[in-house]
């Protein structure tokens, strides 16, 4: 899988937007880019995928940048339930067999939240 | 999505034991995935169960530590053999589902070897 580059931590002040970037410079035209978040004491969850549109959903909306060499996760009204590591994931589309269908989690992105 | 359950959720061993961690999961699947978060990491991917199939291991995990088994589509359970204080970790189970590109995961099991 291809490697991703996050910032370590970030900060936002509640019910503000947050952009959570992220760069993968060395993307091919097969992978998809997944946004993941662990919450404390929690497994993670899926937030949101997406290959070259942006995409919403509603938890968070992904910016895809047109040369698809970063993305950017939006929360758009930042809760304290948001507070969270986040992850950024590539994963080919085309995979094969049984057992190919691991994550490669990185260090992600810890955010806080401030009241 | 699917609904994982893990048991124990945590859990205090003594060096040299052995335990085994169960995933209940609530509909039957295909693909089952064992990681491991060892303290202030990231996750770490220990192994893939199927069923019906040896589960495959990935570098650096072999099965005399890490036996698992998966006797149905909607169960695992995932044993920590010989266990020393680096065996400190959560265990997460995941299951792929089903018409979906994304994993769910279960709580973890915090296990803390003295």
């Known amino acids: 899988d291809a490697k991703t580059t996050q910032p370590n931590s970030m900060e936002s002040n509640e019910e503000e937007p947050v952009h959570l970037p992220c760069n993968h410079s060395t993307i091919s035209g097969t992978d998809y880019i997944h946004w993941y978040r662990q919450l404390p004491s929690q497994g993670p969850e899926y937030v949101i995928h997406?290959?070259?549109s942006n995409v919403n959903n509603r938890m968070a909306s992904l910016a895809i940048a047109e040369d698809r060499k970063s993305s950017t996760l939006i929360l758009h009204r930042a809760t304290l339930r948001d507070a969270a590591v986040y992850y950024c994931i590539l994963r080919d589309v085309f995979y094969s067999g049984a057992g190919s269908y691991q994550l490669t989690f990185g260090k992600g992105t810890k955010l806080s939240v401030i009241p | 999505s699917a609904v994982i359950s893990q048991k124990p959720s945590r859990d205090i061993c003594q060096r040299g034991t052995s335990l085994t961690i169960q995933c209940q999961v609530d509909?039957?699947?295909?693909?089952m995935f064992w990681y491991r978060q060892q303290p202030g990491q990231s996750l770490t991917l220990i192994a893939t169960?199927?069923?019906?199939?040896?589960?495959?291991?990935e570098s650096g995990f072999v099965i005399d530590k890490f036996p698992i088994s998966r006797p149905n589509l909607t169960f695992s359970t995932l044993t920590v053999s010989n266990m020393s204080p680096e065996d400190s970790s959560i265990y997460l189970c995941?299951?792929?589902?089903?018409?979906?590109?994304?994993?769910?995961f279960g709580a973890g099991s915090r296990l803390t070897v003295l």
């Open positions: 169960a199927n069923q019906g199939s040896e589960a495959t291991y």
């Open positions: 995941s299951v792929r589902d089903a018409g979906a590109n994304v994993l769910t």
């Open positions: 997406g290959l070259t």
């Open positions: 509909s039957q699947v295909t693909m």
